[in-house]
């Protein structure tokens, strides 16, 4: 599966068809956050430290899409695709974010918009 059949969907749809997002590099995805502290022991009577490792727990992911849209006649297509977007991301509640590198089990995240969203348009 090469990285042009890599499908991202939001809350179900599709990026690409439902808002003509196309997503041309991710940072985040396949990383592994960090640990979160775990329980550290320190007895007065043993040199060191115990540390309770049994159930790591991890910190958020920071997920970055890098994206462009295609639109169909130019600016005013430009702008409802980025509108219909920013309301789909707006929407209260944590999203389900897929990412399809197989067609059979997708990398589900469930994930908010921290951030801004920067765009840069050759429109303006």
Excluded: C
């Excluded at 592994?32 to 040199?47: A, G, N, T």
């Excluded at 159930?55 to 849209?69: E, Q």
Aim: net charge negative.
């Amino acid at each position: 599966m090469g990285k042009s059949s890599i499908i991202y969907s939001l809350d179900r749809v599709d990026l690409a068809a439902g808002f003509g997002i196309h997503i041309s590099a991710s940072r985040g995805v396949l990383d592994l956050p960090s640990l979160k502290q775990p329980q550290v022991y320190d007895w007065v009577d043993y040199h060191g430290v115990i540390v309770d490792l049994e159930k790591p727990r991890y910190n958020t992911r920071t997920i970055i899409l890098d994206a462009w849209i295609e639109t169909k006649s130019g600016m005013i297509d430009f702008a409802q695709e980025l509108n219909n977007f920013y309301a789909a991301v707006r929407k209260p509640g944590l999203h389900q974010l897929n990412v399809f590198i197989s067609p059979d089990k997708p990398l589900v995240f469930m994930v908010y918009m921290k951030d801004e969203i920067n765009v840069v348009s050759s429109y303006l």
